[in-house]
């Protein structure tokens, strides 16, 4: 068979290739092992410019030779990749781990592929890998992404520190390790880089380099200009330019409007905590409600599954389908409105939006701020989070609810005080403050006023919900340089949320943050009987609390600005009257405010999306 390699060799060199390419078929019929056949081919497809078949057939040489096994495997890696094969790019990088499951760049390029493609979970083993093999900044930062977007912020912290160390004015490592020391309380830290990148944004305008997502924007800025920047940059980036609108459906008379509701949170979610009660109250004389989801299977399962299962008359299952098959999907439900409950928050199918599936498409709740750039049409939203300076800033026509644009669950437990406080790791006497937020919305400023007030409320503490180890570390020693003893921080075990709105009850006084308030987390605190203290913020995530409070009758628990913050929750903690009264208040509230009147909110919602059918 020599004869037959020497012979596609000679022919190869003379520039005759289609001609090597047959002799080498016939060479690679009897000589299946071949691996010299396999690459010469492989060479001449390159050549000719099929990258595919060049690709194929790299891949098939990888356990055939030894010599050359690592240049073929990426080689293969390469031209899947440029004709957008990634799939069969892990394929081959992942037969050439098997051999050399130690080498950083095989590593490095499984890593980076699972995580283009937004497989984190698989990601991982190949990021810690590169924890202790990698070598270049390219390296650490690749595990330090995949890492960081997993939650874990303790392991992914050392590997961006360095990625940052290296190349210090490289945005995307500044950006990547501000988001990882704000999730883990690092607030020296945080706010040195934060004022860096507020820095460059400012001095770069509209050509500023924003590498990071929409959603961690509105988390650290108040500024909505930056916001809808961002929105634009991030839906430029990850979607498809949005297609032309579809025409409206022709409904008959007395037809019910035909809604379709998009998430993957139709679980034990946030999401789902408040919006079950919408999906029931619906009137079925007058729309006719599709649930469509792309829920994780493993996810698919609790009795707030059951709800969604119940409460919805199609169920139509969209996880296995990409954005182009979804969308036809869709498109074929004929529905007159597509409701987005996501935004740029993870898990979004936002790329379905873009190809405009429905004639009208609204984004609710899942997002505070603008969905630019992706074919949505509207925004519910209510006056107190969208005031008209809000509206230059956003890309949708906003539908006014009122007051409060935010839906919560009236059908939930009404909850009392039962127990006691040390059931909890609470002190008896002495003013319980709370703040159940995720660390990522604890800033510096903030946390500095939640110490001034425990600094002037004597015996008081602060309940905060559990925190990575290193979170917790960060907070208790910046709570001692401010003079408060670290065990005034008490930090509650995560429980089923019916538990925990039972043990919430305990608390005294809510404080909010800020630029990102609570928002589910006030709602739930307000539907428990607890006062927030709040300030005012300059973007909807900044105003939700806000509205929440002028929606239960209690705007005049919102301050002018985080001084007043403080000095108003120092003077309801030493009130006790008040206190009591504004509880009872809470509690009535559940029967009589608008905030807990979900019936009522639902059919606001009904006529909004009526009305831009008509």
């Keep these: 068979m020599s004869a037959l390699m020497d012979q596609a060799k000679q022919q190869f060199n003379r520039g005759d290739l289609q001609i090597a390419l047959a002799t080498l078929g016939r060479l690679m019929v009897k000589e299946r092992r071949n691996a010299d056949a396999f690459i010469l081919a492989a060479t001449i497809h390159e050549k000719l410019g099929d990258r595919a078949a060049a690709a194929g057939l790299f891949a098939g040489a990888i356990d055939l030779t030894s010599k050359l096994r690592r240049e073929v495997a990426f080689r293969a890696a390469s031209h899947y990749v440029a004709v957008n094969d990634n799939a069969a790019a892990l394929g081959a990088l992942q037969t050439l781990y098997r051999h050399l499951p130690d080498d950083v760049d095989v590593n490095h390029s499984i890593c980076s592929l699972y995580r283009e493609a937004g497989r984190y979970d698989e990601a991982l083993p190949f990021a810690r890998s590169l924890l202790s093999i990698g070598r270049t900044f390219g390296n650490f930062l690749n595990a330090g992404i995949v890492l960081s977007g997993l939650g874990r912020y303790e392991e992914a912290y050392p590997a961006l520190t360095r990625a940052h160390q290296e190349k210090p004015q490289e945005r995307l490592a500044l950006s990547e390790l501000f988001w990882c020391a704000a999730n883990l309380c690092d607030f020296a830290t945080a706010d040195r880089l934060q004022r860096q990148l507020e820095e460059a944004y400012a001095s770069e305008g509209d050509a500023a380099d924003i590498r990071e997502n929409a959603f961690r924007a509105i988390t650290w800025s108040g500024n909505e200009a930056y ?124 790329g379905i939006f873009s190809r405009r599936p429905a004639p009208l498409q609204v984004t609710y709740l899942g997002f505070p701020g603008s969905v630019a750039g992706v074919g949505i049409d509207y925004a519910l939203t209510d ?21 409060s644009y935010q839906c919560n669950d009236a059908a939930r437990a009404a909850v009392t005080r039962q127990g006691t406080r040390a059931d909890h790791g609470l002190p008896e006497e002495g003013v319980v403050f709370c703040s159940f937020n995720q660390a990522q919305k604890i800033r510096g400023p903030v946390f500095a006023a939640w110490m001034g007030i425990l600094n002037q409320v004597e ?25 408060i003893a670290p065990e005034r921080l008490v930090f509650a075990p995560k429980l089923p949320m019916t538990d925990h709105l039972q043990r919430l009850c305990q608390a005294d006084i809510g404080l909010d943050t800020g630029p990102y308030n609570g928002h589910t987390t006030t709602s739930d605190a307000l539907w428990c009987g607890v006062p927030v203290v709040t300030f005012k913020g300059t973007s909807f995530a900044g105003r939700v609390s806000e ?55 639902t059919r606001q919602i009904e006529t909004a999306l009526e009305g831009i059918c008509q």
Excluded at 278 to 289: G, N, P
Excluded at 294 to 310: E, I
Excluded at 387 to 400: C, D, G
Aim: charged share 20%.
């Design 459 to 483: 015996g008081s503490v602060l309940w905060l919900a559990d925190q990575p180890a290193i979170a917790k570390v960060n907070l208790k020693a910046a709570a001692a340089a401010a003079g």
């Design 547 to 601: 509205s929440l409070l002028t929606a239960v009758g209690l705007p005049e628990l919102v301050a002018k600005d985080l001084t007043e913050f403080g000095r108003l929750a120092v003077d309801l903690a030493q009130d006790g009257v008040r206190q009591s009264l504004l509880r009872q208040h809470l509690i009535k509230a559940r029967q009589s405010a608008p905030l807990f009147d979900t019936v009522a909110l």
């Design 383 to 403: 006056a107190v989070v969208t005031p008209p300076a809000s509206q230059p800033h956003y890309a949708e026509k906003l539908l006014m609810l009122s007051p």
């Design 227 to 350: 916001h809808a920047l961002c929105a634009r940059r991030t839906a430029a980036t990850l979607f498809p330019p949005a297609a032309p609108a579809r025409p409206p459906r022709v409904r008959n008379p007395g037809e019910r409007l035909r809604i379709g509701y998009l998430s993957c949170d139709f679980f034990e979610h946030a999401t789902m905590a408040l919006f079950a009660g919408v999906l029931e109250a619906h009137d079925r004389t007058r729309v006719e409600i599709f649930g469509i989801c792309h829920t994780a299977a493993g996810s698919r399962k609790g009795p707030m599954r059951q709800r969604f299962l119940d409460s919805v008359e199609h169920v139509v299952d969209i996880l296995d389908l990409d954005d182009d098959a979804a969308a036809r999907t869709i498109a074929a439900l004929d529905l007159d409105v597509l409701v987005d409950l996501k935004g740029f928050t993870q898990g979004n199918r936002l």
